[in-house]
């Protein structure tokens, strides 16, 4: 976790190349002196023979020949057109911050997370597998086309034995010459490349100049059997040299047959084998662990190399459509090598060009290999590639690759496989263009690439134009490499992986919600989508695990807050205590105090499982984790004179959200801004939670709780810290609070004065920790939840159970009958009956309005008894009685009754004999917990003590028991 003091930018900033920070290139080791390769050497002459390979020299007849002139330029417009989108999206990432090895999966990987990039990662890394043996193996057939003992061809030397034996010999002994040439360094393979890059050039070179010095010639086809097997006249294509007659004939399209395959084509086959031939504009980025400057070298040598090699073709397309007739070109596809003024140099071209994409595919291979096992994304599998020369050269890495390689090619023909290979390319191609759509997207000020020419709509674009390439060329390779896709993320996110690389689907997170939060009208709000936005405030997270459980269940998919209150001059504490306030793994509470060895140490002892199995609150976390209650700190700057509360928040409906809660002074303190100011727009708390304030003394839950246990390997270095060094403890009996009783209540009128409801949480230690047990056997333990929707401390008759808040408590009572944790347990409604009103008339209004409400509830009738004020006014205001000037014991009196009604009530059920509170030893109904009504605060500070003292003797025994005042209407019986 970074402080002020911490290295801004891991960056070569000052100092030599050799001895700055390291950027990781091929490996570790020697990580500066690995990068020495120039843009052209490193980036120009691979990109540039990669999307030749061999389409340049047997294709170019076969694309103009069926498709025509005009089709031909428009395929090739359009696949380099996708290209292009590509490439900028290249160039802007490449250009915005320093590019490591690992090229498209590095870049991949640490925009979209470890889970995309390296599913994506592992296929590029395939289809480089799968490329360099289709290439390996394209060169095989065309070196025994030519020289080989069966060889068909007008002339050759016919030397070389066939067969599926003989062919993986050849290809094993290629595979060793490429392979030798990668693992001795990016060195040596720079200029092999270069040699090779000259051997092209020069065959391309003779190939244009026998179109204008060559004349006119008719060009022997090769014969094909007749009918029966019987032979045909031979066939002849024809030269022509420059001639506008034979330009006419080519323009238009002519697709027939394919001599070599017999398959009738279309525009989407002769398109599909012109892509395949030109997914090569990855091959200098993935030489970027290598490259001198690689956020210059990439963009400018990709570049480069697309525009030198478009113009290529289009000059080849031109020249063959002046002087070949159609026959030659769809008869034909070698048919260079017939106009040749020295026929050899076209076969050094075709070897060279098979060669060096077999060479580029394994080195990058190689490097994305290389790149994956540094980041451990899938364990002991890759470990071995992580091996580097003292030079910084990944060999383990080729040798990985080689054998891989090796087993590709024992499958013999792979040609099935191209199309897999150029649709794997495809993804990650795809996979960039969305990497440079998502940060542009998120608008981070941090994505500000120093090449410009893109926008998100042609990285929008080049993501649906490859998407519609895969499927154009294999739906079946699209479906399933997607599938592929889908289930390596998956694994990955199933094991885990590294946070700290950044995801850019936090930033898009972020964004979203902010415009969301914006969005949401407060006029616009209607009762019946009303749901709990809960503010919990705990004095010490250590106690309240049961009612964090129990708030998180109220909360019904709403806003859910966690405030630990810290009283304190910010003064006064060491200056390092707040640097590592924000959580770097999820926990369920994030003290202030945690020191960086205590974040370590703090994974050992809150097993993710665990907390996860036990603890279930619905929250996000920095770590992809659900379940975790996520805290944050928020600080203020000081005023004199003034104490602050610094709050640890959670926000289950966004990551984490910060929230400023300010307490006034000392003296004041019960009139606190107790609600956030955070986050804009309508997503605030309503209600608030408080713990109740009695005597009894704090328990340490996370002493007893499963999810906050020891872990049982105590003698394992680093496992076993104590939980005094992560939490603080529970406060002492008999020490003294943080706040008064006076504070307390002051806080609970201050929020009815905000509108906002209040509950108030006693005995909740006594909750069942998790679901609601049932018995064993064939019967059953009952629990009930118990709602009593009017005010015992000012008892009258008539539908007083109608109001605001007798409506409230019904709502948050069904709220949590709605969570799967409760689903057993029955809810009863008492009906208190005044002097003067019948049994049963009250109920049926009451059962009435449930039917509306659709709220399925047991209703039951109490008739108040001595001492419980029968003989009150029916027409006295709320709050009147606590304001009024009635003595204690009176009110005492009156308290103690209604607690007695209430326990009575609990220890009667319609299934079985009494239970208490508790009901764990008793076979009869279980109150598993007890709504009860709030009255308000009285009007004068000096009695708060006094009606905390009568809140006290009301819920007295009663096991779990919330104290609810509603100030809001919360449900209606409209549709």
Sequence with gaps: MASESSPLLAYRLLGEEGTALPLNGAGAPGGASARKLSTFLGVVVPTVLSMFSIVVFLRIGFVVGHAGLLQALAMLLVAYFILALTVLSVCAIATNGAVQGGGAYFMISRTLGPEVGGSIGLMFYLANVCGCAVSLLGLVESVLDVFGADATGPSGLRVLPQGYGWNLLYGSLLLGLVGGVCTLGAGLYARASFLTFLLVSGSLAS??????????????????????????????????????????????????????????????????????????????????????????????????????????????????????????????????????????????????????????????????????????????????????????????????????????????????????????????????????????????????????????????????????????????????????????AALLTARGGPSSWGYVSQALLFHQVRKYLLRLDVRKDHVKFWRPQLLLLVGNPRGALPLLRLANQLKKGGLYVLGHVTLGDLGELPSHSFTHSHPSFPLPFFPAHMTPEAHKDARAVMGKDAVEEQVKFSAFSTEGHRGYLMLSHCLLPLIPGTQYLSPKVHASAFSVHEFWLKFQPVLDIGRSQAFPTLPPGGMKPNTLVLGFYDDAPPQDHFLTDPAFSEPADSTREGSSPALSTLFPPPRAPGSPRALSPQDYVATVADALKMNKNVVLARASGALPPERLSRGSGGTSQLHHVDVWPLNLLRPRGGPGYVDVCGLFLLQMATILGMVPAWHSARLRIFLCLGPREAPGAAEGRLRALLSQLRIRAEVQEVVWGEGAGAGEPEAEEEGDFVNSGRGDVEAEALARSANALVRAQQGRGTGGGPGGPEGGDTEGPTTALTFLYLPRPPADPARYPRYLALLETLTRDLGPTLLVHGVTPVTCTDL
């Design 207 to 488: 190939v244009l100049i026998s179109f204008v010095a060559v004349g006119p010639r008719d060009i022997p086809l090769t014969p094909r059997p007749g009918p029966n097997g019987s032979s045909l006249p031979p066939r002849f294509g024809h030269f022509t040299g420059f001639n506008s007659s034979t330009l006419k004939d080519n323009l238009a399209a002519g697709y027939a047959e394919d001599y070599t395959t017999g398959a009738m084509m279309n525009f989407a086959s002769v398109f599909a084998v012109l892509f395949n031939g030109c997914t090569g504009i990855m091959a200098g980025a993935n030489m970027s662990g290598e490259l001198k400057d690689p956020s210059r070298a990439i963009p400018l040598g990709t570049i480069v190399a697309v525009a030198y090699t478009f113009f290529v073709y289009v000059l080849l397309f031109f020249l063959s459509s002046f002087t070949c007739d159609r026959t030659l070109l769809q008869e034909d596809y070698g048919f260079f090598r017939a106009i040749s003024l020295w026929p050899p140099l076209v076969l050094i071209g075709i070897y060279a060009t098979a060669l060096s994409a077999s060479m580029s595919s394994l080195i990058g291979a190689s490097r994305i290999l290389h790149a994956l096992a540094r980041d451990d994304l899938f364990g002991v599998i890759l470990a071995p590639a992580k091996v580097v020369s003292r030079g910084g050269n990944p060999w383990a890495a080729v040798l990985y690759s080689w054998g891989l390689v090796q087993l590709v090619l024992l499958a013999g023909k792979l040609n099935t496989l191209a199309a897999v290979v150029t649709v794997f390319y495809l993804v990650a191609y795809a996979a960039v263009d969305l990497s440079c759509l998502s940060l542009e997207w998120a608008s981070a000020p941090n994505f500000r690439p120093t090449f410009s020419l893109f926008s998100w709509h042609t990285c929008l674009l080049g993501v649906a134009s490859c998407l519609l390439m895969m499927f154009l060329i294999s739906p079946g390779a699209a479906g399933g490499s997607l599938l592929l896709m889908g289930l390596l």
